[in-house]
């Protein structure tokens, strides 16, 4: 069936290092979203990318769509103690159900 | 506080008990979701309701019962429970049904089946 892959699964990183989550679709994408889930916390819907090739930047979060729309990546540049947390990406399929498939996550941990 | 209010948020059950989820948003938004959140697995849709009808059921046991009387607020009745049932169930609002629109997730219930 129709899948969205992330990784890495975990991910450690010093702080003030950089950070990076993939996603890979099985299929051609219509809309990826992403979202951050804080420890304890609930996903909180950070941005959506619609575009071919699109890139958006919000502060030192950089998020791509791919060319080919199966693909998606989110960059956090200079991490910080309150990046920490679960990044999900959610493929929309653009089908007649336009259905929306999470990720499973990537739980990024900064190390001090 | 996110716009969508779920309560209890925590919830520990018997495997014989009745009990009820509510969710409730005055985002003005027009589709409502359940979702279940268990460990080292997706976010799985469970329920979707687009102007108070039913679109969407992934399948979920019978156990499971939704309902949603108006466009604020959406249940979910729960009975006789397994415990692999444990699990944070997340309840989420979009202005509309299908892409483009993203998620307003509440905090959930975390239920614990004993």
């Known amino acids: 069936g129709q899948q969205v892959m992330q990784i890495p699964q975990y991910q450690h990183v010093q702080e003030g290092e950089d950070f990076t989550t993939y996603c890979n679709s099985s299929?051609?994408?219509?809309?990826i979203q992403w979202y951050k889930q804080r420890p304890g916390g609930h996903p909180v819907f950070l941005i959506q990318l619609v575009k071919s090739g699109e890139v958006k930047k919000q502060k030192r979060l950089t998020f791509q769509f791919g060319e080919a729309k199966k693909n998606s990546s989110l960059h956090i540049t200079a991490t910080q103690t309150t990046d920490v947390g679960t990044y999900f990406c959610a493929g929309i399929m653009g089908n007649r159900d336009d259905k929306i498939i999470f990720g499973k996550g990537t739980r990024l941990h900064i190390l001090p | 506080e996110t716009g969508v209010t779920q309560t209890p948020r925590h919830l520990v059950m018997g495997m014989t008990n009745k009990k009820s989820l509510k969710c409730e948003q005055h985002?003005?938004?027009?589709?409502m979701y359940w979702y279940k959140q268990s460990a080292k697995k997706p976010l799985e849709l469970m329920f979707v309701y687009s102007l108070e009808e039913r679109v969407e059921n992934n399948s979920v046991p019978s156990r499971f019962s939704p309902e949603c009387p108006n466009s604020s607020h959406l249940f979910l009745h729960l009975h006789t429970l397994q415990p692999e049932d444990s699990a944070l169930y997340l309840c989420?609002?979009?202005?509309?049904?299908?892409?483009?629109?993203?998620?307003?997730f509440g905090s959930g219930t975390r239920l614990t089946v004993v």
């Open positions: 989420a609002s979009s202005q509309g049904q299908g892409a483009g629109y993203g998620y307003t």
């Open positions: 985002l003005g938004h027009n589709a």
């Open positions: 299929t051609t994408l219509s809309n």
